[in-house]
Nanobody
């Protein structure tokens, strides 16, 4: 019954920036945590960033200092601001929401970093 819709992906040159959005069908305050994962071709899906209902954030070492996750309760939306993008950031990015034993996923948005 939970829908997560990602947007904001696209093609950007190395060193550029993108902001991804994850719009939820209802209040995001009901989730224990939300996060962004990514999956590159031939690779496993990996955690990029997450934020708890209390506002605590965590980042993968590979993106720490470059990416920022934030939530807007009024808009039922979680964002991922991506700066100083590198070619190795190229992947499909997925939004995730967790509530107790349940996990919900969006269908992904493509991010391509290339010159």
């Amino acid at each position: 019954q939970v829908q997560l819709v990602e947007s904001g992906g696209g093609l950007v040159q190395p060193g550029g920036s993108l902001r991804l959005s994850c719009a939820a069908s209802g209040s995001i305050s009901r989730f224990n945590a939300m996060g962004w994962y990514r999956q590159a071709p031939g690779q496993q899906r990996e955690l990029v960033a997450r934020i708890t209902s209390g506002g605590t954030t965590n980042y993968a070492d590979s993106v720490n200092g470059r990416f920022t996750i934030a939530g807007d309760n009024a808009k039922n939306t979680v964002y991922l601001q991506m700066n100083s993008l590198k070619p190795e950031d190229t992947a499909v990015y997925y939004c995730n929401a967790r509530r107790y034993q349940y996990n919900y996923w969006g269908t992904g948005t493509q991010v391509t970093v290339s010159s």
